[in-house]
């Protein structure tokens, strides 16, 4: 019986313009008539999901940074997983080796260097909030949740991946979220350790658990839930790693996943 359904947000929950589809919100809707409880989880700050929570009526936690900043739908924080302040100075220097521009958070605040760099215009449109614009990246302080390389050249991004493993080792999380974006966190911030949070919060079994998302980072939930579904634009590894496919976030695809495959599990 599925008790809680964990959805990321970007490729998932959302389309490609970043909007909710009257289907996704009556979804949402559904699963809170049918007594499942609803949370979300995201590379993107918890103040970037603040838009979601009234439309889709959010009472779960949003786990933001995938996981490293976990906070309740008024932003009161539950769970914080920091990098390291040691490592951070490591991991900003292995990525602008790299080639990648760098994005970083702490708390619900982003902070760059390039305002000019790659897409900067469209996470701002994303989040709904501007950026903090550094002029050394030294002036952080402690609290990094969350750094981020980003760069067009996927080679690129893959190199230091690889960097980031040899150097920093299993002290930090180096994940994709999208091809583009390479996610620093806490070991513990990932969603697989969303689940068991979850899990915990609403004493539950993981087997209870659904999970549904796009992103290569999204691949630790599906082995830690009872449930898994892929959305049909992720990668076909991502697929394969899920039990269910779904369609495409421009075709309804939380929805679908929601009426086919979490609702009849209910009772």
Known sequence: MIRVLLSDVDG???????????????AAHALHEAGIHFALTSGRPPRGMAMLVRPLALRGPLAGFNGGLVVEPDLTVLEEHAIADELVPSAIRLLEESGLSVWAYRGNDWYIRDPNGPRVDRESHTLQFEPTVLESFDSLGPGVAKIVGVSDDLDAVATAQRRIGDELGERVSAATSQPYYLDITHPLANKGAVVELLSRRYEVPRESIATIGDGRNDVLMFGRSGLSIAMGNAHPDVQHAAQHVTTTNEDDGFANAVEQFVLPERS
Do not use: M
């Open 12 to 26: 998932t929950l959302v389309r490609g313009d970043k909007t909710l589809t009257d289907r996704t919100v009556e």
